[in-house]
């Protein structure tokens, strides 16, 4: 599987982006995709995660802020985003997407999508 993140750029606090994911390759193993963020010299936090089943998580500080999404009503993941409002400065940092894809991962590791980056301005 491999992804491919876009969206990033730089917006104003209270403004909004909308970060995009695609998957391709053997998608249909994809089990749950997810954003994550880091921060030069820290670890990988997740930010939001959806499962091919429609649940989701979302970390405490982006709750009622940020909404991830799947276009897989019907079939297997090939898509996600993360829609970002009301953006804050401390929502500044570099996002790369995620993909569970179960078993496989024991020989492949989960992939990842490139970083794309998010700036918030104050």
């Known amino acids: 599987v491999q992804l491919q993140a876009s969206g990033g750029g730089l917006v104003q606090a209270g403004g909004s982006l909308r970060l995009s994911c695609a998957a391709s390759g053997s998608i249909s193993s994809i089990n749950a995709m997810g954003w994550y963020r880091q921060a030069p010299g820290k670890q990988r936090e997740l930010v939001a995660s959806?499962?091919?089943?429609?649940?989701?998580?979302?970390?405490d500080h982006v709750k009622g802020r940020f909404i991830i999404s799947s276009d897989n009503a019907k079939g297997p993941m090939s898509r996600v985003y993360l829609q970002m409002n009301s953006l804050k400065p401390e929502d500044t940092d570099v996002y790369y997407c995620n993909a569970d894809i179960g078993s496989w991962a024991l020989i492949y590791g989960n992939p990842w999508g490139q970083g794309t980056l998010v700036t918030v301005s104050s």
């Open positions: 959806i499962t091919r089943g429609g649940s989701t998580d979302y970390a």
